[in-house]
Nanobody, 125 residues
Framework: QVQLVESGGGLVQAGGSLRLSCAPS????????MGWFRQAPGKEREFVAY????????YYSDSVKGRFIISRDNAKNIVYLQMNSLKPEDTAVYYC??????????????????WGQGTQVTVSS
C-alpha cells in the first residue's frame, strides 16, 4: 500500500522558515521523482519543487527559487522542503506527490499518481 505522510506545516511570520517532511512508503523510489505542490484557497494546485530520487537533481518554480530547497535522505526515505524567507503569498496547503520518472512533465500535477494528505502553511505579515 502506497502512503505519503507529510508533516511540518504551521504558522510563521513573514521572513521566517519552516521545514516540511514527506515520508513515502510502498514505492520503488529509484524509479520515481518526488514533488511538492501547493494550493491556496480558490486557486489551482501549483508546482513548487521537484527532486529525482536516484540522481538528486532538483527543479523549482520561479516563485520559490533561491528561497526553498528540496532534498532527500536516502537512508531514511524522506523528502524535505526547507522554506526560507517566507512571504504571505506562500500561504497554502502543501502537498507531497510522486510520479514515475517516465511519466509526463514533472511540473504538471496530472503526472503524479500518489499524493500525501497535505499540510497547512500560513505566513502572517
Amino acid at each position: 500500500q502506497v502512503q505519503l505522510v507529510e508533516s511540518g506545516g504551521g504558522l510563521v511570520q513573514a521572513g521566517g522558515s519552516l521545514r516540511l517532511s514527506c515520508a513515502p512508503s510502498g514505492l520503488t523510489l529509484r524509479t520515481r521523482g518526488m514533488g511538492w505542490f501547493r494550493q491556496a484557497p480558490g486557486k489551482e494546485r501549483e508546482f513548487v519543487a521537484y527532486i529525482t530520487w536516484i540522481t538528486g537533481v532538483t527543479y523549482y518554480s520561479d516563485s520559490v527559487k533561491g528561497r526553498f530547497i528540496i532534498s532527500r535522505d536516502n537512508a531514511k526515505n524522506i523528502v524535505y522542503l526547507q522554506m526560507n524567507s517566507l512571504k504571505p503569498e506562500d500561504t497554502a496547503v502543501y502537498y507531497c506527490g510522486t510520479r514515475p520518472i517516465s511519466s509526463s512533465s514533472r511540473y504538471l500535477k496530472d503526472a503524479y499518481d500518489h499524493w500525501g494528505q497535505g499540510t497547512q502553511v500560513t505566513v502572517s505579515s
